[in-house]
């Protein structure tokens, strides 16, 4: 069994205004943080052209990839198991990559054998703001020039989505948010700056 959450979350732009209304809302700030992202696929995109994103953060691994089928249904929300156990992110990376699971101790090792390099690195700035409906806020700020809001909730197995979408919905609309298009996050606009051929890539797999 994996040791993962899963992740339900609307992305927005946010103004000066945001966090005044999230404290009216009886938000409170929980973190102030540095937070330094390093991603790595192999040279034909094989990971992140199946919607599985392999990240360092903060020296710690980590793997979000989606819970199973793809819901379209969500409109501007994602949803996304983030998966934290070694063991887990090694079987599930060498499902996609179509290699021997025991053939690797860790991920470190894993990646070094595996040819996977580092696509992306950046470091955001982030508050983390939390509600007393269940919701937390990200409001991010990276180092290369984006700033994305998100509004998040953790749910602990597929059957509660729809229940995490109605807070996010919510919020989003207690917020003042009508956007009805998911918003690119810092990944797509790393890439679209950095990175335009992988970028191409994900868009014409209909990933991004």
């Known amino acids: 069994m994996d040791s993962l959450s899963l992740e339900v979350e609307r992305k927005f732009f946010f103004k000066p205004e945001t966090e005044l209304k999230l404290r009216d809302l009886g938000a409170e700030l929980k973190r102030d943080q540095r937070i330094c992202d390093r991603y790595f696929d192999n040279e034909h995109f094989q ?11 903060d020296g710690y691994w980590e ?3 989606p819970p199973g089928k793809i819901d379209n249904s969500f409109g501007p929300a994602t949803h996304y198991l983030e998966i934290t156990q070694e063991e887990d992110i090694i079987c599930r990376v060498c499902k996609v990559l179509g290699l021997i699971q025991t053939a690797w101790i860790s991920v470190a090792d894993l990646v070094q054998s595996a040819g996977l390099d580092e696509f992306a690195s950046f470091v955001t700035e982030r508050k983390v703001y939390t509600l007393p409906c269940g919701s937390h806020v990200d409001l991010d700020k990276a180092d290369f020039g984006y700033q994305i809001g998100e509004i998040e909730v953790l749910v602990s197995d597929v059957s509660k989505t729809d229940n995490a979408l109605e807070k996010i919905n ?10 009805t298009e998911r918003i690119p996050g810092k990944m797509d606009a790393f890439l679209m700056q950095f990175r335009p051929l992988h970028y191409k890539k994900l868009q ?3 990933i991004l």
């Open 170 to 179: 919510s919020l989003a609309e207690k917020l003042g948010l009508t956007n």
């Open 47 to 57: 990971l992140t052209l199946a919607d599985h994103w392999l990240r360092m953060r």
């Open 63 to 65: 793997l979000k990839c």
């Open 204 to 206: 014409e797999a209909h």
